[in-house]
């Protein structure tokens, strides 16, 4: 099951990434070097998402009581 939930997640990841590659390469035909200040612009504009986590976060576990032995 893990090697399915592997491949579910590398398949999408290299698909992204090679596309990645694509538009990097245009981008570097068409402006050269001056392209790192658009990549420098989206990296500046990351720092201000705020991610905050869902309901499903991490809750405390709190142990049950244990029933008393019955005599």
């Not at 592997?6 to 981008?27: D, T």
């Not at 420098?40 to 720092?47: E, K, Q, R, S, T």
């Amino acid at each position: 099951m893990v090697a399915l939930q592997a491949l579910y997640n590398a398949i999408p990841l290299g698909a992204f990434i090679a596309l990645m590659m694509a538009v990097s390469g245009w981008g570097y035909e068409n402006w050269g070097a001056n392209v790192f200040w658009g990549m420098a612009a989206m990296g500046v504009l990351a720092l201000f998402i705020k991610v905050e986590p869902g309901k499903n976060g991490v809750k405390d576990i709190q142990e049950k009581p244990q029933p008393e032995p019955q005599n």
